[in-house]
């Protein structure tokens, strides 16, 4: 059932959420296609990890050049309209996207956090977490609003903090954790299973 999911990835960084989206759709575990890969920063890794998949589109627009950030945040809109996507998957984009952005594409922005949201939102979380002193953390896979990682929950899933951990120990258990739960949420989104219902949203798992 479903359709074949058109995704735009925006990523800043890393690549790691990029790349275990990308190899899920290879390996034939998402019903997906990456028509585009869209980055703010010329040098980030994921540049390189898609340019391995070969058959990615790449384009980069930096925030260098434009007047104010809605002056940028409506070119990003443009650029990402420009591949028809179904969902723009933000993989640690590391940028807060404004109204001229998100409301471009209401309901049709996703987002990946390493953090039982609404606790730990912004930067640094993992740190935020360990800091506060949380026995559980974890990750949140949300629609994006207009806040900062405050939108409608999609699916969530914990990680234990364990005694000793640093902010590399618990990042590390907890990415891995992310990876899985972001591809089924975009599963789950391509197969007509997750509305939206005011700030929550309401997902059929039944058949996972
Ligand atoms: C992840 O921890 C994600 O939750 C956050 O940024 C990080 C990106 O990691 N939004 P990567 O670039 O996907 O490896």
Do not use: W
């Amino acid at each position: 059932m479903g359709r074949t999911l058109r995704l735009v990835v925006m990523a800043s960084g890393r690549g790691s959420n990029f790349s275990a989206i990308a190899d899920a759709i290879r390996e034939g575990a998402l019903d997906a296609k990456i028509a585009a890969l869209i980055c703010d920063r010329p040098k980030a890794a994921v540049i390189d990890r898609a340019l391995t998949y070969g058959d990615i589109d790449i384009a980069v627009l930096t925030r260098k050049g434009f007047a104010t950030r809605a002056d940028y945040d409506r070119a990003l809109a443009e650029l990402a309209a420009g591949y028809d996507p179904d969902i723009i998957a933000l993989a640690g984009f590391m940028r807060v996207l404004g109204p001229e952005f998100v409301g471009r594409f209401p309901g049709r922005v996703v987002n990946i956090h390493p953090a039982l949201l609404p606790s730990f939102p912004g930067l640094d979380a993992q740190k935020q977490a360990l800091e506060y002193g949380v026995k559980v953390s974890g990750c949140t896979v949300h629609f994006v609003d207009e806040g900062t990682d405050t939108g409608p929950i999609i699916l969530q899933e914990a990680v234990p903090v364990l005694e000793g951990d640093d902010e590399d120990s618990l990042s590390a258990r907890i990415l891995e954790k992310e990876h899985s739960l972001y591809i089924k949420a975009l599963r789950l989104i391509g197969e007509g299973r997750v509305g939206i219902e005011g700030r929550k949203t309401r997902v059929d798992e039944k058949r996972e």
